[in-house]
Nanobody, 119 residues
Framework: QVQLVESGGGLVQDGGSLRLSCAASERTFFLYEMGWFRQAPGKERELVAA????????DYAQSVKGRFTISRDNAKNTVYLQMSSLKPEDTATYFC????????????WGQGTQVTVAS
């Protein structure tokens, strides 16, 4: 069972930057895809960014394209989310997740880290 632990959340001003980290308890190289989701109060959880295998193939939600960058370091069993030009609407709890194959559910989840962007 892969355990994921996020860190790096916090309070930042509008236009600021944060980097989230997600450390896995086991080797991540076998995980097909690792990603970051977020959920704001009263809203559904949404996929923000995802990276497959070595991280060369990535996907982003339209709302964060050009501002967020996902990367994964399989040697360190860690995935990162670099967030720049943050906006108040980015305020949410951010969750790290992983799945084993392209047809698997997102089976592994972290506990979440809060990101608050003050206007």
């Amino acid at each position: 069972q892969v355990q994921l632990v996020e860190s790096g959340g916090g309070l930042v001003q509008d236009g600021g930057s944060l980097r989230l980290s997600c450390a896995a308890s086991e080797r991540t190289f076998f995980l097909y895809e690792m990603g970051w989701f977020r959920q704001a109060p009263g809203k559904e959880r949404e996929l923000v960014a995802a990276a497959r295998w070595s991280g060369d193939n990535t996907d982003y939600a339209q709302s964060v394209k050009g501002r967020f960058t996902i990367s994964r370091d399989n040697a360190k069993n860690t995935v990162y989310l670099q967030m720049s030009s943050l906006k108040p609407e980015d305020t949410a709890t951010y969750f790290c997740a992983a799945r084993a194959t392209s047809v698997s559910a997102w089976a592994y989840w972290g506990q979440g880290t809060q990101v608050t962007v003050a206007s």
